[in-house]
């Protein structure tokens, strides 16, 4: 089945600093790649997605960036803010029914004030 | 617009005992599924129901059965609670629905520990 591996685990900056996080994925046959943001004490929520006949996606001081032939996509957050501390989700998908992701394990970042 | 809620939020359960987490999304979605989410584990899945009246085994489904009551409601159920599932519990749910992936919508988690 896909596997999805995430780096960095954990990721401090300071305020003001951009963030990246990638993860590679396994299956070339996946679609849909979304990144969700979890703060404490809550669920998982979407905070960005690209599908795989797009390169690049912005939504303004965050975006993702694909990679299909090598298999990787990233997250970049810029003008990063106290309130962008949380745990960082990235999945990927085939084009099932089930509509199922494999999730990579997670990036905490920080970022200091 | 209340999303998916999940109920109870917290749960302290005895080893051998059994509980059902309820799960309800009023969008109208068509896939629903239940995952655990364990320190620097992620999120994995456990079971997951790509319409109603379907269910079907994720990764880790040793343990667990589910229901898919109707569209709006699947529940997961531990028949004897083992400390190994003392985790924190998501339902979430999608559209779903052909070869176009959607997001997925989370409820805020149920909080199990097993003594």
């Known amino acids: 089945g896909e596997n999805v591996e995430q780096h960095p685990s954990t990721l401090s900056v300071q305020e003001g600093d951009s963030a990246v996080i990638k993860c590679t994925y396994s299956?070339?046959?996946?679609?849909?790649f979304p990144w969700y943001k979890q703060e404490l004490g809550k669920g998982p929520q979407l905070i960005i997605d690209i599908r795989s006949n797009v390169g690049e996606k912005k939504d303004q001081r965050i975006a993702v960036t694909l990679n299909k032939t090598a298999k990787h996509f990233s997250l970049h957050i810029t003008e990063t803010q106290p309130e962008d501390s949380a745990v960082y989700f990235c999945a990927a998908s085939l084009g099932t029914n089930a509509g199922k992701s494999t999730f990579g394990d997670g990036t905490t970042l920080t970022v200091k004030p | 617009n209340a999303g998916v809620t999940q109920t109870p939020k917290f749960q302290v359960l005895k080893t051998g005992q059994s509980m059902t987490l309820q799960c309800a999304q009023d969008m109208n979605h068509n896939s629903m599924y239940w995952y655990r989410q364990d320190p620097g584990m992620g999120l994995r899945l456990i079971y997951y129901?790509?319409?109603?009246?379907?269910?079907d085994k994720g990764e880790v489904p040793n343990g667990y059965n589910v229901s898919r009551l109707n569209k709006r409601e699947f529940s997961l159920r531990l028949e004897s609670a083992a400390p190994s599932q003392t985790s924190v519990y998501f339902c979430?749910?999608?559209?779903?629905?052909?070869?176009?992936?959607?997001?997925?919508?989370f409820g805020d988690g149920t909080r199990l520990s097993i003594l």
């Open positions: 979430a749910s999608s559209k779903g629905g052909g070869t176009r992936n959607q997001p997925q919508h």
């Open positions: 129901s790509a319409s109603e009246g379907t269910t």
């Open positions: 299956d070339s046959a996946s679609n849909y």
